[in-house]
C-alpha cells in the first residue's frame, strides 16, 4: 500500500499564561492511499489539534515546536504558505468540527460554496457552479439545494453540504472531523456511508476523526487511538475490536453500548491536562494492569504484528 501522508514526531502545542498546552505531543503515523482512516480517543485528547497541525491552520497562539508532516514526500510543514494554500482543498481537504453549524444562515447554499470555491481556484463563476453542483452529487444530493438557504436543511443535510464544499476541487485526502457528531441514528448512517462513497467511487483518502467508536466500526480500515498526545494504538479496525491490546483501547471499547453489554464499564478517572501530562505512560494512573516502570517510563509505540503497534509495557514499549 502506498503511503500517501506521513506524520513524524508532530508536536502541537498552545503557549498559555500556565505553561505550554502540549495537546499534540509527538505523533507518528502514516495514511495509506485510499483508505478510510479513523482517529479515535476521548474528548480533549488532541484529535482535531493533530488535524490543524497536519493542515497548518492553526493560529498562535498555537504552534509547532517539532515534527515533520510529508505529502507525497513534499514536506508539507516547511511549504512557504502561498504554496500551502495551493494544496489546500485542491489536494487535502478538510471538514472542520462542527462545520454544519458555521454556515452563514442569510446566505444561499450555491453563494456559500461558489465564494470558496473562487477564493482556491481561478476560474469563472460558472465553471465554479458546475464544480459544486457535481460535489453535491457525489453526496446524493439534488442540485436545488443550491437554492435553499442553511434553515431548510436539515442537521444532517447541512454536514452534507460541507462534506461537498471539501470536494469541490477533486482533492486527494478529506479530513473529516467529528462528521456525525449531533445527528440522529439515520442521519449518522447516512453520512458515514457517504464517506464511504467518498473511497468506493472516488478513490478519495479519507481520515475521519471521531470520538464515538461505533462510526469507526462503521467504515474504517484502520484506526489509530490517540490518548493524551499521543498514539497509543494502531491497528486494522478487525484487530482492534476483535482484539484491543492497550488497556486504554479496551476501557474505550467497553463503553460502546450493545444488546449483549448493557453493563457499561467505560474507564475510570478523568482525562488528565496538557499542561501537566502525567510522568511514564500517560495512561497509568486511571490504568488497572499498571506495573512499577509505568509510572516512570514512557512506553515507545512498537509494531508487535504486521500491521499493529502499540504503545505499553504488557507488550514490549521499550
Ligand atoms: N487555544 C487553546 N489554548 C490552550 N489549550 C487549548 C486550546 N485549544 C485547544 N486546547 C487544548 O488542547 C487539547 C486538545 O484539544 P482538541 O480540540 O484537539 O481535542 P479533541 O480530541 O479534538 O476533543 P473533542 O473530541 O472534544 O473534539 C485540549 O485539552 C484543549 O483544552
Ligand atoms: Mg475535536
Known amino acids: 500500500m502506498n503511503t500517501i501522508l506521513e506524520v513524524e514526531n508532530l508536536k502541537v502545542y498552545f503557549k498559555t499564561i500556565l505553561g505550554d498546552a502540549k495537546s499534540v505531543d509527538g505523533v507518528s503515523l502514516k495514511v495509506f492511499e485510499g483508505e478510510i482512516l479513523g482517529i479515535a480517543g476521548e474528548s480533549g485528547c488532541g484529535k482535531s489539534t493533530l488535524v490543524e497541525g497536519i493542515l497548518k491552520i492553526y493560529k498562535p497562539p498555537c504552534y509547532i515546536p517539532e515534527g515533520k508532516v510529508y505529502y507525497k514526500g513534499i514536506d508539507l510543514l516547511s511549504l512557504p504558505e502561498e504554496e500551502f494554500r495551493k494544496l489546500r482543498w485542491k489536494e487535502l481537504s478538510y471538514v472542520p468540527q462542527g462545520s454544519m453549524n458555521s454556515l452563514n444562515p442569510v446566505i444561499k447554499i450555491e453563494e456559500q460554496m461558489i465564494d470558496g470555491i473562487l477564493s482556491h481556484a481561478d476560474i469563472t463563476y460558472r465553471e465554479a457552479k458546475e464544480l459544486a453542483l457535481s460535489a453535491l452529487n457525489s453526496v446524493g444530493m439534488p442540485p436545488d439545494v443550491l437554492e435553499m438557504y442553511p434553515h431548510e436543511l ?145 512506553p515507545v509505540l512498537e509494531e508487535v504484528q504486521p500491521g499493529r503497534s502499540v504503545a505499553c509495557f504488557l507488550y514490549g514499549g521499550r
Not at 253 to 262: I, Q
Request: hydrophobic letters at 40%; proline letters at 7%; one cysteine or more.
Open 154 to 298: 436539515s442537521g444532517g443535510m447541512r454536514q452534507r453540504v460541507c462534506i461537498a464544499m471539501s470536494l469541490c476541487l477533486n482533492p486527494k485526502i478529506v479530513f473529516a472531523d467529528e462528521p456525525i457528531t449531533g445527528l440522529d441514528v439515520v442521519m449518522q448512517k447516512l453520512n458515514l456511508q457517504t464517506l464511504g462513497d467518498l473511497r468506493d467511487k472516488y478513490g478519495i483518502t479519507v481520515v475521519m476523526v471521531a470520538h464515538d467508536m461505533a462510526c469507526h466500526a462503521e467504515i474504517c480500515d484502520r484506526i489509530c487511538i490517540m490518548y493524551a498526545g499521543k498514539v497509543l494504538e494502531v491497528g486494522s479496525t478487525i484487530d482492534i475490536f476483535s482484539d484491543p491490546l492497550h488497556p486504554y483501547t479496551k476501557g474505550l471499547l467497553s463503553a460502546v453500548p450493545s444488546l449483549e453489554k448493557r453493563n457499561l464499564k467505560g474507564i475510570p478517572g478523568l482525562a488528565p491536562s496538557p499542561l501537566e501530562w502525567p510522568s511514564g505512560c500517560r495512561f497509568h494512573p486511571r490504568c488497572s494492569y499498571r506495573m512499577k516502570i509505568c509510572e516512570e517510563e514512557e
